[in-house]
C-alpha cells in the first residue's frame, strides 16, 4: 500500500514572445516551475513499488516552435527542452539497483534527473500538395536520452535517443470523401523507448 500522499503543489512562471517575418512565424516559450511534495513512483521489486512523495523537484525549459508556407508547401518544426531534477538530497527505493544499498536504496542528490523524461525533443512536419486532390505529409520525431526508472541516482547508463518518421498521403476522392493512407515508422526500426531498473 502506498503511504499517505500530500497534495502536489506546482508554483512557477511562463513568458514567450512570437515574431512574424512574411511568409515565416516564430514562437519561443520559457517555462520554469517547482513541484512541492511531488509524487513519485519507488521500485519494491521487478513488478511492483508504491508512490510517495518528495520535497521538491523542478522542471525549466524551453519550447520553440517554426512555421512557415511557401507556395503548395508548409514546414514546421518544435524543438522541446526540459531539464527536470530532483531539488533535495533524498534516498529512494530501488532494491535491484547495482549501487543499491543493503535497504535497496539509492542515494540521490540535488540536481540529479528526473528519469524516464528525456532532455530534448524535436518534431518536424511538412505538407506538400502535389495536386489539388493529393496531399503528402512526411514528418519526423527525435527523441533524447533518458535515464531508467529506478535509476533516481543517474548512475547507469541512460537509453539511446532515437529517429522516427513517417508519411501520410490524403487523397479527396470527391467534397465528402476522403482517402488516406499513413505509415508511422517508417523504415520499420526498433527503438528503447523505456526502461526500469528490474
Known sequence: ADPPLKQVVAKGFEAGSRAIFGWFEVD?????????????????GRNTGLFANVDETKREGMDLQLRGSFDRLNLGLNYNFLKATFEDELRVMSPNHPFANANGEVQVSKGNYLPSIPKHQLKAFSQFEVTKKLTLNPGMNYTSKQFLRGDESNQLSK????????????????????????IDNLFDNDHENFGVVG
Open 28 to 44: 519561443l516559450s520559457y517555462h520554469n516551475h517547482t513541484n512541492h511534495d511531488d509524487i513519485i513512483f519507488q521500485s519494491t
Open 159 to 182: 537509453l539511446d535517443s532515437y529517429f522516427l518518421f513517417d508519411v501520410t498521403a490524403i487523397y479527396k476522392l470527391t467534397n465528402s470523401v476522403t482517402w488516406y493512407l499513413q
